[in-house]
T-cell receptor, first 114, second 114 residues
Framework: DQQVKQNSPSLSVQEGRISILNCDYT??????FLWYKKYPAEGPTFLIS?????DKNEDGRFTVFLNKSAKHLSLHIVPSQPGDSAVYFC?????????????FGKGTKLTVNP | NAGVMQNPRHLVRRRGQEARLRCSPM?????VYWYRQLPEEGLKFMVY????????ESGMPKERFSAEFPKEGPSILRIQQVVRGDSAAYFC????????????FGEGSRLTVL
């Protein structure tokens, strides 16, 4: 029962272009969505988040879009840089009465080629 | 201003032995979470603790696994009688308060069961 799905295990883009990472969820009770970035042999680090009452949140090169009717969110990275190469996890919280429990997708490995 | 500290980083155990993983949260953080990442999977919530209290252990296997966060000292995740299926990366995270999911993760403890 995978409540948060990242259907693309990997994505490869050219430096300077846009990276778009996608995420779908099934539980309409989620009220907060987050993206975490993870380098090999390190823990995940928080990147950006969005509340379910919004449809867009922007922070520098990173923008997250939320489409509640489609239960879909995406992370846009513009322009992509080689240092962005990492595994990106989509996560959601709030479905079970407490916002402390995150439900993660399986991740998408992004490779940005110079 | 140290981050979340986990040790050991790598632990090798034989089937039937015990594994103890330690986590010191960031200074000022009173909320601790443990997540497990199996190979090729996303992170799965295990347990959420505050000082001397288990708040939510709904993600913990019913047997062999236990967690504590004593008044003094680090949080401990204990796995008794380990089996090969326990081989995974175990991540600890902390936060200063109950929030919307923006957690600070440690670098993880990788358990290998022979």
């Amino acid at each position: 029962d995978q409540q948060v799905k990242q259907n693309s295990p990997s994505l490869s883009v050219q430096e300077g272009r846009i990276s778009i990472l996608n995420c779908d969820y099934t539980n309409s009770m989620f009220d907060y969505f987050l993206w975490y970035k993870k380098y090999p042999a390190e823990g995940p680090t928080f990147l950006i988040s969005i509340s379910s009452i919004k449809d867009k949140n922007e922070d520098g090169r990173f923008t997250v879009f939320l489409n509640k009717s489609a239960k879909h969110l995406s992370l846009h990275i513009v322009p992509s840089q080689p240092g962005d190469s990492a595994v990106y996890f989509c996560a959601a919280s709030g479905a079970q009465g407490g916002s402390e429990k995150l439900v993660f997708g399986k991740g998408t490995k992004l490779t940005v080629n110079p | 201003n140290a981050g979340v500290m986990q040790n050991p980083r790598h632990l090798v155990r034989r089937r039937g032995q015990e594994a103890r993983l330690r986590c010191s949260p960031m200074k000022g953080h009173s909320h601790v979470y443990w997540y497990r990442q199996l190979p090729e999977e996303g992170l799965k919530f295990m347990v959420y603790l505050q000082k001397e209290n288990i708040i939510d252990e709904s993600g913990m296997p019913k047997e062999r696994f236990s967690a504590e966060f004593p008044k003094e000292g680090p949080s401990i995740l204990r796995i008794q009688q380990v089996v090969r299926g326990d081989s995974a990366a175990y991540f600890c995270a902390s936060s200063p308060r109950l929030n919307t999911g923006e957690l600070f993760f440690g670098e993880g403890s990788r358990l290998t069961v022979l």
